[in-house]
């Protein structure tokens, strides 16, 4: 079965500052996504990983695969408010069914 | 990439009740999908629901709770039968299709929000 993690499960950080969230999971994949959601509202693609050491960029995050250490990290640079919401990993198993993170709750203060 | 709709958007419905959530792709897909997510939770895939056959169910979920149809390629609906309020949650469809990288992504419609009184 497989299972995926992410920590930290609560970030709450200042503006300017950098951080990264991790997203491990069990058994080998050749897909993984990163999701955003905002309170009340559907996901939000942010990035696919499709294979071992892809690294993409979109505005202030940054999201790579390691696919041997079954290691995802999302980057945050020089965070801004508007970033704050649920950040979610999943990653894609047999079927091409997605097994999801616990998702991480970041708050970005001013 | 592909454009997904859903409805209703969000339904209050008494106990014992049952709803039926409609999902509506503007391209054909092979592949649907059918997600739950309870209040402050992550998403977990309920079924896969498969085009000229029976859907196929994830562990803890079944047909007489969550009947599926997918009567064509772009369309397919989700039942919630005899509602109790530990079914409020929102329910997701997503699909398979082409992305702009000329691979295969998922894409999520905008959920349908369920509340049971």
């Known amino acids: 079965e497989l299972k995926v993690e992410q920590n930290p499960l609560f970030l709450s950080m200042q503006e300017g500052k950098n951080y990264t969230i991790y997203c491990n999971y069990s058994t080998t994949s050749d897909r993984l996504y990163w999701y955003r959601q905002d309170p009340g509202k559907s996901l939000e693609s942010l990035f696919v990983l499709l294979s071992n050491g892809a690294v993409k960029q979109e505005g202030r995050l940054m999201a790579s695969l390691d696919t041997k250490a079954r290691l995802s990290t999302l980057h945050i640079t020089a965070a801004v408010h508007d970033l704050s919401a649920t950040y979610f990993c999943a990653v894609d198993g047999a079927g091409s069914r997605l097994t999801f993170g616990e998702g991480t709750q970041l708050t970005v203060n001013p | 990439s592909a454009v997904i709709s859903q409805k209703p958007s969000r339904d209050i419905c008494q106990r014992g009740t049952s709803l039926t959530i409609q999902c509506q792709v503007d391209s054909q897909v092979t592949m649907m999908f059918w997600y739950r997510q309870q209040p402050g939770q992550s998403l977990t895939l309920i079924a896969t629901?498969?085009?000229?056959?029976?859907?196929?169910?994830e562990s803890g979920f079944v047909i007489d709770k969550f009947p599926i149809s997918r009567p064509n390629l772009t369309f397919s609906t989700l039942t919630v039968s005899n509602m109790s309020p530990e079914d409020s949650s929102i329910y997701l469809c997503?699909?398979?299709?082409?992305?702009?990288?000329?691979?295969?992504?998922?894409?999520f419609g905008p959920g349908t929000r369920l509340t049971v009184t």
């Open positions: 997503s699909v398979e299709a082409e992305g702009s990288t000329n691979r295969y992504e998922q894409y």
């Open positions: 629901a498969n085009q000229g056959s029976e859907a196929t169910y």
